[in-house]
């Protein structure tokens, strides 16, 4: 018979955007339940159907609310006194917190956090302080942290949130891993790249940037912007792709950003989508001037379809990328510096091309899907 593993996020789309494959492998090993947020019209169930295990849905919101916070954690506590699973692996800082407390109360024997970012790093003042409470709190009651890179490992150390012996980075690093068979540029032919550039009004003289993720202040949309308005008045034969949603309550843009992305027609707005590869497959280089992560997925997708990447001086874009072997890394919200690295790209193709070739063969050593699969699957077995 097989022990049970819930794993819980915050909203649905990270149980699968995130961990895309992963609860469906371990399925062969576990009888696991994917828990999150129900999402629009029912998002959670059809995505829970794609990965072929069950769902149950508690309503979970990303902000401070406590009034519903507190009936998502009785719903939790509940769901696993009930259901009684061997492990509970929570992912996101919501979902980490609110699981890892209803599971400590509930006697959970392991109760994992993977830990893929910290969202407090940016607050200042009474949030900071509540935030961070808050993130003693979720290690607190966890058996076990998983920082999904060995940045993140030094700077939960440096905070002092917990004390080594319940810190492991798994494998090489990152929650899910790169299926580099998947992401790889022989899927797409010089046919259909030109049919997307048309479809864009991207001319063959044209170079590409292209950005995945959500569109906030966080991500260095506002820097980034304001770097390629610069650099396409020098180099006219440019294009800026935008790929993701905006947050306007969480982390909006600057007026003057929005203005430029809806006035600028170099500018290209697609909203989110289910597939970037074939974005990545018309772009030059992939701009992703974050100021916070844990280990970037879209970064590992570009690398995988051998793209190379302008990436902040952060840890997991500094881990992923070898500056001027892979791509290239400016500091954190230096818009100069990333006007620099763009024109960089612009006039060295040839270095580029290359640091996209050597970016490839980096994730298909180190960060390869069932690597890191296999690397949780060892974990849960040792438990």
């Not at 003289?205 to 950005?211: A, G, H, I, K």
């Not at 912007?225 to 947050?247: P, S």
Request: aromatic share 10%; with cysteine.
């Amino acid at each position: 018979m097989k022990k049970k593993l819930i794993r819980v996020t915050t909203v649905p789309s990270s149980m699968t955007g995130l961990l895309t494959g992963q609860l469906r492998f371990m399925s062969n090993h576990y009888d696991v339940l994917g828990v999150s947020s129900k999402g629009y019209d029912n998002h959670l169930s059809e995505l829970m159907e794609l990965e072929g295990v069950p769902s149950y849905a508690i309503e979970m919101t990303r902000q401070i609310t406590p009034i519903q916070d507190l009936k998502a954690l009785w719903q939790l506590y509940k769901l696993f006194k009930d259901k009684k699973p061997f492990i509970v692996h929570s992912h996101t800082p919501k979902a980490g917190t609110l699981a890892m407390v209803a599971a400590k109360f509930a006697g959970v024997p392991h109760r994992l956090h993977t830990i893929a970012g910290l969202p407090l790093l940016e607050a200042t003042g009474i949030k900071r302080f509540i935030l961070n409470t808050v993130e003693k709190i979720t290690y607190g009651c966890a058996s076990k942290i998983y920082p999904n890179s060995f940045g993140l490992y030094d700077i939960i150390l440096e905070h002092k949130f917990t004390s080594k012996h319940k810190l492991k980075v798994l494998a090489n690093g990152s929650s899910n891993g790169i299926d580099t068979t998947h992401f790889s540029p022989n899927h797409f032919n010089d046919h259909f790249k030109k049919e997307l550039k048309n479809k864009f009004n991207i001319t063959e003289e044209d170079s590409v940037f292209v950005f995945v993720g959500r569109l906030v202040k966080d991500k260095g949309i506002n820097e980034l912007v304001a770097a390629f308005t610069k650099l396409n008045v020098a180099y006219k034969t440019t294009k800026l792709m935008l790929i993701g949603d905006y947050e306007e309550d969480l982390d909006p843009l600057l007026p003057e950003t929005l203005e430029a992305i809806q006035a600028n027609p170099n500018i290209i707005f697609t909203g989110w989508v289910t597939d970037v590869r074939p974005y990545f497959s018309i772009a030059n280089a992939l701009t992703f001037p974050s100021y916070r992560e844990g280990f970037p997925n879209v970064v590992m997708q570009a690398g995988a379809m051998e793209l190379a990447s302008i990436v902040t001086n952060i840890n997991g874009c500094n881990e992923i990328i070898k500056n001027m072997e892979s791509g290239l890394i400016i500091p954190v919200k230096d818009e100069m510096a990333l006007l620099n690295a763009m024109t960089y790209v612009l006039e060295h193709p040839a270095e580029t091309k290359t640091m996209g070739e050597n970016s490839r063969q980096h994730i298909v050593s180190n960060y390869e899907q069932k690597v890191v699969w296999e690397a949780i699957l060892r974990e849960y077995n040792s438990l």
